[in-house]
């Protein structure tokens, strides 16, 4: 991903459109990211992209709309209906200023894509930085950032341009991502495998806590 400090107006506008159309494909459906590290084994955790999280993950406060409605606004405009946002409507939110919007929305829809989870990692916060406390992330040179629910899952609070090296001392390689319908509790859909068959190669070796989260009986 080629991270962009200076765009303008048109440009961040079509980021952030297209991001929008990514986060789309997403949202509101469960996900649970496994990875295995070679000396440390096994690591993994729960998250949902909700709607309200979009325009935070850009770095963004809009003084026209809440998060819900700018996301809403864009998803519209992509799909024909509708007026645009504008500039004014993407006020920088607190720590932020046009530069780290350009940064973010230029890499946002590349993150988002987590069916290319072969060149992504997870890891989970264990350095002392001056960025956003977070619990778990993903990503490689950029970094998704999600903040733990108390519920057992976890949703994105923040998107930064830098690696997730940055951020932990463990980085996992993430093997699979699997996705559950919303009547469920077990994870029932393999959503990506960084290798075909990868997934049910290792199944007999996985801890028995990540087993339990996992419904061997789907059909698709």
């Known amino acids: 991903m080629i991270i962009q400090p200076k765009v303008p107006d048109a440009k961040l506008l079509e980021y952030i459109y297209d991001a929008a159309e990514k986060y789309k494909e997403i949202m509101e459906q469960p996900f649970l990211f496994a990875g295995k590290n070679r000396n440390t084994g096994y690591m993994w955790f729960e998250c949902i992209f909700q709607k309200k999280q979009f325009m935070h993950l850009l770095g963004i406060r809009s003084k026209n709309y809440t998060a ?6 864009c998803d519209r405009y992509n799909a024909g209906h509708g007026t ?3 500039i004014k409507d993407c ?3 607190r720590n932020h200023n046009r530069t780290t919007i350009n940064e973010k929305a230029s890499v946002c829809s590349g993150i988002l894509q987590i069916h290319n ?6 890891g989970m916060k264990d350095k002392i930085s001056q960025y ?3 619990s778990y992330a993903y990503g490689a040179d950029v970094t998704l950032e999600f903040q733990k629910n ?3 899952s976890s949703f994105p609070i923040t998107l930064i341009p830098k690696s997730i090296n940055t951020f932990t001392t463990k980085s996992y390689r993430i093997l699979f991502v699997l996705t559950k319908t919303d009547k469920t509790k077990k994870y029932n859909n393999l959503y990506t495998e960084i290798k075909k068959g ?7 070796d996985f801890p028995k806590e990540l087993k339990n989260l996992i419904d061997m009986n ?3």
């Open 68 to 73: 819900e409605e700018f996301f809403d606004v």
């Open 218 to 220: 789907w059909t698709s």
């Open 117 to 122: 989870a072969k060149y992504l990692k997870i």
């Open 150 to 152: 108390g519920k057992g």
């Open 198 to 204: 990868l997934f049910n190669e290792l199944y007999c």
């Open 132 to 134: 956003v406390d977070f």
């Open 84 to 86: 645009e946002i504008t």
């Open 91 to 93: 006020t920088p939110s």
